[in-house]
């Protein structure tokens, strides 16, 4: 015999527990489309409001200037003044070179400046010389001239008395020999005149229209002076920029050349970024927008405000030691990257230094395209410039000048 089942009302009443349940599910769903909505409308209003105006890449590094330090003239190292990692300032020594060699060959230059000005002096004396060479010169043709005439005078006063027989035909041809003596004489002695002219007219080619001191001799032995002047400078190696030493290869007794690479100087407070983004991320990039970068080195702790100085003219596989040959084989399809320089603020970098090298994140607000892509003047301002080396050569002018003075003669 079976037993008899409960009306549906019945159950339902048997079992309270189940229609809340049901409605409890119903309210989480509608609890989660809900939140999925308000999600996706904020993701796209995020996109749509900021993300859309930005440009992420943590392809990006810092860069700096490298100054290799390298000797302007050989030598063997003596001192060091400075090692990896120390502080150097503008001018400050880092290395010393052996200054025997140098200090010789400015002795050297200095005795040939002195003997070159004696010797233009000497030229300058000789044309007094020169000159009364030449007045003596032309009184030898004046006496001749008086010779020829008496010769001439006699010769025809014995010529009227041939015919009387008062004159011998010997002394007649005695008196023609005469004449003819005086007058080879007398061309001798204007030849004399013009060897003496052209003797003083050379020597005048050299002194004319300029002093003892301006004389191309002199001024070019005083060149040479100064630039033995400057090679006895160069033997001490300064720094050309406030930095930190890096990369020191220089030993102590080491015979180096002109342009060795010796250390480096890094200016770090100088350095940027250098920020690849992909080829699709350059369509809103311009010149002057501002951008946040990170460093690894401190995390999100530090934020640096830059802004974007320069895009590159190409991608770094195109400037490649070997670029890929994309016409040969099988060829599959790179997303190119193309470097962008990012110019920061010198106080955050000397706030939080930052090294040559270290990885960045960097993030562009490209809200603003006012601007353009490529620079469109050129740089009026030297990229870099040092003037450590303006007083290098400041007591060769007074050296020149001592030594022309003292060998004047005056």
């Given amino acids: 015999m079976s037993t008899p089942q409960p009306a549906p009302a019945a159950a339902a009443a048997t079992n309270p527990a189940h229609t809340p349940a049901k409605a409890q599910r119903r309210k989480a769903l509608l609890t989660l489309a809900c939140v999925v909505a308000v999600g996706a409308i904020a ?5 749509w409001l900021v993300a859309s105006h930005e440009e992420y890449t943590d392809n990006a590094y810092v860069q700096g200037n490298v100054i290799q330090i390298t000797p302007q003239t050989g030598g063997t190292v003596m001192a060091i003044f400075a090692d990896d990692t120390d502080r150097v300032r503008a001018g400050s020594p880092l290395v010393q070179l052996d200054p025997a060699d140098a200090r010789v060959a400015l002795q050297q230059a200095e005795a040939n400046l002195a003997q070159t000005v004696r010797q233009v002096r000497q030229l300058y004396t000789n044309n007094a010389a020169l000159a009364a060479q030449v007045r003596l010169r032309e009184a030898d043709v004046a006496r001749a001239q008086t010779d020829i005439t008496r010769a001439q005078d006699d010769l025809r006063r014995r010529q009227l008395l041939t015919g009387d027989g008062a004159v011998s035909k ?11 003596q ?5 061309a001798a002695a204007q030849a004399g005149v013009a060897a003496a002219r052209e003797q ?25 002076l100064r630039e033995a002047y400057l090679s006895s400078r160069r033997t001490t190696l300064p720094a050309p920029v406030d930095g930190y030493v890096a990369r020191r290869g220089v030993q102590l007794g080491q015979r180096v050349a002109a342009g060795t690479p010796l250390m480096a100087v890094v200016p770090l407070h100088q350095v940027w970024v250098d920020a690849n983004f992909k080829e699709n991320q350059l369509r809103n990039l311009r010149l002057g927008q501002p951008a946040t970068l990170t460093a690894d080195l401190y995390g999100g702790k530090v934020s640096y405000q830059g802004r974007v100085v320069g895009l590159g003219v190409g991608t770094g596989a195109a400037f490649a030691l070997l670029p890929p040959q994309n016409a040969t084989g099988n060829w599959i399809k790179v ?16 706030e939080h230094p930052l090294r040559v090298g270290l990885s960045m994140e960097v993030t562009v607000d490209t809200k603003e395209r006012g601007g353009p892509t490529l620079a469109e003047a050129p740089r009026q301002q030297p ?28």
């Fill in 335 to 350: 997303v190119q990257r193309v470097p962008v320089r990012i110019a920061l603020d010198e106080r955050q970098i000397d």
């Fill in 43 to 47: 993701f796209g209003l995020y996109d």
């Fill in 182 to 186: 005086a007058r080879t004489q007398l």
């Fill in 200 to 224: 003083l007219a050379s020597n005048q080619s050299l002194t004319q229209g300029v002093a003892v001191a301006r004389h191309p001799g002199v001024l070019a032995a005083a060149a040479r």
């Fill in 170 to 180: 010997e002394e007649l041809q005695h008196t023609q020999s005469q004449l003819s």
């Fill in 383 to 410: 990229v870099a410039q040092t003037a450590v080396y303006d007083a290098l050569d400041a007591g060769a002018e007074a050296e020149v000048a001592r030594i022309i003075n003292a060998n004047l003669g005056r």
